[in-house]
């Protein structure tokens, strides 16, 4: 049965399979011939429910994963290589150029990112316009960084040049809620401060990185990008076990980042830029404004499906509010449309992960047995590739939904008559990445402020969390982070601050003149970046 009876749009129809064979290592696209890994959909393009193929990646083997790591390795050299050592300006061209190209590709990847991992059309156009947007931010921020260094300083007697360098070789892996996104969010910072990079794709969402492929191998001078495809666990295990990594960056679970920190033979000298799992509450205290209150909830439990670690997991509602506020929420529930990820108005769409919806009924039948309700009519609703958001009330401690990261569609609501509750439960908590606080009495607020502060690391006062604005700092306590992203914070945490130092003296000082006048060093500069 073809596309077009299944009413999906022309722009928006798998014409032909997407069959990448070939890899990016030592600036080279190297053809595969060995064994390929089928990439599904699980939208259906025919009628009678059936998953569609939408094409083949590498698999590649611990072979290739050293050759990748070799490439980057070679690339840094040490510090000596042409890309550490290139001049600041030179590196921004190259990233220049990349973005230029990556431009044309928009709508080949906004095309896969519906298809892949079943993320609405505007969603999809936001999330590559976004990161068009960082990565043009991440160079004016760069800029201004360099504008700063580009002077000396004294101090008791010594001239001091002082800027940020590179670290060495990253391992970059991503993930799969917002696989182009969050994955640059590492890539590029890590690439623009000189480092060199090994990346590989998220288990889904990884056919969408194939249209930048000949970008990355035309912007960056060879072994400074090296993209390889197949298991994570064959391919970083020995990357990781050489010791030649120098930044482990992932966002993704705790277990993954422990696991391959734990493979390190120096884990003194692996820094790790990490983005990790979250249980983000919302505190919905008895003078909040309900209708707002209720519009961000749906917001921060359900965009993208709640499959954002930064959505709202769990509900604190207090008790005298919450019958009110449960008769709204669940009603708004019931309203939002199911649909195909290019359907006009469709806010939840068709779950990536094919188990997904098994695990979350698991959830909702936990907690049903043990005295929690389904307050939404569609609640548990099940398809081929969805189950519908559940809102379960009261959950209580003991319910595995209260506990564990759902990263799905249900949503946990928990009544509390004491705002010591939902403190003591968030300090009991693995995680610690942000609140969600609905209120407006300030003399109510301001305490509450002071101690959230100190248990995550945003408070989001009547909204729900997010990451963004990109500029601002984006981490996590506890097993919810390590390191601190935005635009500036990321180049910090791939960088290093290295210096050059000289006593004030006639003969240092016509040295310093004439490294100066000559620009024979692309580090000692005081050339300033318009």
């Keep these: 049965m073809s596309n077009s009876e299944t009413n999906i749009p022309k722009a928006y129809q798998i014409d032909s399979l997407l069959h990448q064979s070939t890899y990016l290592v030592d600036g080279e696209l190297k053809q595969w011939h060995g064994d390929t890994a089928e990439i599904y959909s699980t939208i259906s393009s025919t009628k009678t429910y059936k998953p569609t193929l939408l094409g083949t990646i590498p698999q590649l083997g611990e072979t290739e994963a050293l050759e990748a790591l070799n490439s980057a390795t070679t690339a840094y050299d040490n510090g000596k290589g042409l890309w550490p050592t290139m001049k600041v300006e030179d590196r921004i061209a190259c990233m220049e150029k990349f973005v230029e190209q990556m431009k044309t590709k928009r709508d080949e990847v906004v095309k896969l990112l519906m298809w892949e991992i079943g993320k609405n059309l505007p969603d999809s156009q936001k999330e590559f316009d976004r990161t068009i947007e960082y990565i043009?931010?991440?160079i004016e921020a760069y800029k201004d960084i360099d504008r700063d260094s580009a002077r000396f300083e004294k101090h008791s007697g010594v001239h001091a040049h002082i800027r940020r360098g590179p670290l060495g070789v990253v391992l970059c892996l991503g993930p799969y809620n917002y696989p182009l996104n969050e994955t640059f969010c590492l890539l590029i910072p890590a690439l623009i401060m000189g480092n060199t990079t090994i990346f590989k794709p998220a288990k889904l969402g990884v056919l969408l990185i194939s249209p930048l492929l000949e970008a990355f191998q035309s912007s960056f001078p060879k072994?400074?990008?090296?993209?390889?495809y197949g298991r994570g666990r064959v391919l970083a295990t020995p990357i990781m076990k050489s010791g030649k990594v120098d930044v482990l960056a992932l966002i993704g679970n705790s277990k993954s980042a422990n696991a391959l920190q734990s493979q390190h033979p120096k884990g003194n000298r692996l820094r790790m830029v990490l983005g990790l799992e979250a249980k983000n509450p919302a505190i919905v205290l008895p003078d909040a404004d309900l209708d707002l209150a209720v519009e961000e909830c749906i917001a921060g439990t359900l965009s993208f499906n709640g499959q954002r670690c930064t959505a709202l997991k769990v509900l604190y509602v207090h008790e005298s509010i919450v019958e009110e506020f449960n008769r709204r929420f669940a009603y708004k529930v019931?309203?939002?449309?199911f649909g195909n990820p290019w359907d006009d108005g469709a806010k939840l769409t068709p779950l990536p992960e094919v188990d997904k919806p098994a695990y979350i009924q698991e959830l909702i039948d936990d907690a049903t047995k043990k005295g929690a309700k389904i307050l939404n009519k569609k609640g548990g609703e099940t398809t081929e590739n969805f189950i519908f958001p559940a809102v379960l009330f009261p959950v209580r401690k003991a319910m595995r939904v209260f506990k564990e990261e759902q990263f799905g569609p249900v949503i946990p609501v928990v009544p509390f008559s004491n705002i010591d509750e939902p403190l003591d439960d968030m300090a009991e908590s693995d995680y610690g990445q942000q609140v969600s606080l609905f209120g407006k009495n300030v003399n109510t607020l301001s305490p509450l402020i002071d101690t959230l502060v100190n248990l995550v690391c945003r408070v989001?006062?009547?909204?729900?969390?997010q990451r963004g604005p990109d500029v601002?700092?984006?981490?996590?306590?506890?097993?919810?982070a390590v390191g601190t992203l935005s635009v500036t914070d990321a180049l910090r945490s791939f960088s290093i601050r290295t210096f050059v130092a000289a006593k004030n003296n006639e003969y240092n000082n016509a040295i310093?003149?004439?490294l100066l006048d000559k620009k024979t060093s692309n580090f000692i500069s005081t050339d300033y970046i318009l």
Excluded: A, H, M, W
């Excluded at 072994?223 to 390889?228: A, C």
């Design 136 to 138: 043009n931010d991440t």
């Design 223 to 228: 072994g400074v990008v090296n993209i390889v």
């Design 334 to 337: 019931d309203q939002l449309k």
């Design 460 to 465: 989001n006062l009547n909204s729900s969390c």
């Design 472 to 480: 601002y700092p984006f981490t996590g306590r506890k097993d919810s």
């Design 512 to 514: 310093l003149n004439e």
